[in-house]
């Protein structure tokens, strides 16, 4: 079946512009997790869904971001008045519920001008 | 504060010869603890996970709570071996995890 989708795969904005990136999770899937990988840097979780809720949002790193989910299957997350230190992956997962492992999609490529 | 720690950035083995990725963690509670792998133009995907005590691919990793090590280990490495490797910590209700920076494993003819 098909996996984790994400679009756009590249996106490149001047900075201070607004982007949404999006997630398509694997049907079924309730849980959905958004990570940020800068070069050379491991994965920074930034939010987690379980439905269309997101109880913990500690992880987004400035109020400029912002994640919704809507009908507990698509996400989007909104990067506000982009600065050059929002360049990165953006990647996201989800997984079954109740269950451990985390299916991930191929990122989307964000550079800032 | 909870973190997850690969002290190696890059690993180079021989074929055949044994390999260790070492991942340290802190974390106050009882951790859950991940192997993920992303091959060459491949996504992010796991390899294994402590709770299952499991062998993927020859690879086995043993979570030592004194030590709070994850080390994941192959007696004899493949070049097909050859990806990043990601260290990852869950609290119980995988709400939240956190990924160490990664190490490369590169095995050679």
């Known amino acids: 079946g098909a996996g984790v989708s994400q679009s756009p795969s590249n996106k490149v904005t001047e900075k201070g512009k607004d982007v949404e990136l999006r997630c398509d999770p694997i049907?079924?899937?309730?849980?959905l997790y958004w990570y940020r990988q800068s070069l050379g840097q491991g994965l920074e979780f930034l939010i987690y869904?379980?439905?269309?809720?997101?109880?913990?949002k500690s992880g987004l790193p400035s109020d400029r971001f912002s994640a919704e989910r809507t009908g507990g299957s698509v996400s989007t997350l909104t990067i506000q008045r982009t600065q050059q230190e929002d360049s990165a992956v953006y990647l996201c997962?989800?997984?079954?519920?109740?269950?451990?492992?985390?299916?991930f999609g191929p990122g989307t490529r964000l550079t800032v001008l | 504060a909870q973190r997850v720690t690969q002290p190696e950035k890059l690993l180079s083995v021989f074929k055949g010869a044994p390999v260790e990725l070492k991942c340290n963690y802190s974390y106050s509670g009882s951790p859950e603890l991940f192997w993920y792998v992303q091959y060459s133009r491949q996504r992010l995907q796991l390899l294994l996970r402590?709770?299952s005590r499991e062998s993927i691919k020859g690879f086995t990793a043993d979570l030592n709570k004194g030590e709070t090590s994850f080390h994941l280990k192959k007696p004899f490495a493949q070049e097909e071996d050859s990806a990043m490797y990601y260290c990852a910590l869950s609290g119980p209700n995988f709400n939240k995890f956190y990924f160490g920076s990664g190490t490369k494993l590169n095995v050679k003819p």
């Open positions: 997962a989800s997984s079954k519920p109740s269950r451990h492992e985390q299916f």
């Open positions: 869904f379980q439905g269309n809720s997101a109880p913990d």
């Open positions: 402590h709770i």
């Open positions: 049907s079924g899937h309730t849980a």
